[in-house]
Nanobody, 116 residues
Framework: VQLVESGGGLVQPGGSLRLSCAAS????????MSWYRQAPGKERELVAH????????NYADSVKGRFTISRDNAKRTVYLQMNGLKPEDTAVYLC??????????WGQGTQVTVSS
């Protein structure tokens, strides 16, 4: 059972990044998927959520209109497209999977740094 994030890095304010989270070892299409982020000294924050079939999404107010979550169940991957990045978006971004029975899985995270 594994979630592996990729796509983080250093980007200038106003730039874009696309994060990916590849899943293995569990029934990906049955799990709801989320992206969280955690900045130094701050609590972990839910950024975006998508239902198992991808029919419904939700976003934190701070990223609405800038970030888009999507998933490809055939590729067992969830994505987070981040546009209009701001310095306050700097954090470790973590992928999470949750089953209907409440089982939660977490990836190790990928660092996103927004700085000029």
């Amino acid at each position: 059972v594994q979630l592996v994030e990729s796509g983080g890095g250093l980007v200038q304010p106003g730039g874009s990044l696309r994060l990916s989270c590849a899943a293995s070892g569990f029934s990906f299409s049955s799990y709801e998927m989320s992206w969280y982020r955690q900045a130094p000294g701050k609590e972990r924050e839910l950024v975006a959520h998508i239902t198992s079939a991808g029919g419904s999404t939700n976003y934190a107010d701070s990223v609405k209109g800038r970030f888009t979550i999507s998933r490809d169940n055939a590729k067992r991957t969830v994505y987070l497209q981040m546009n209009g990045l701001k310095p306050e978006d700097t954090a470790v971004y973590l992928c999470s999977a949750k089953s209907r029975t409440g089982v939660s899985l977490w990836g190790q995270g990928t660092q996103v740094t927004v700085s000029s």
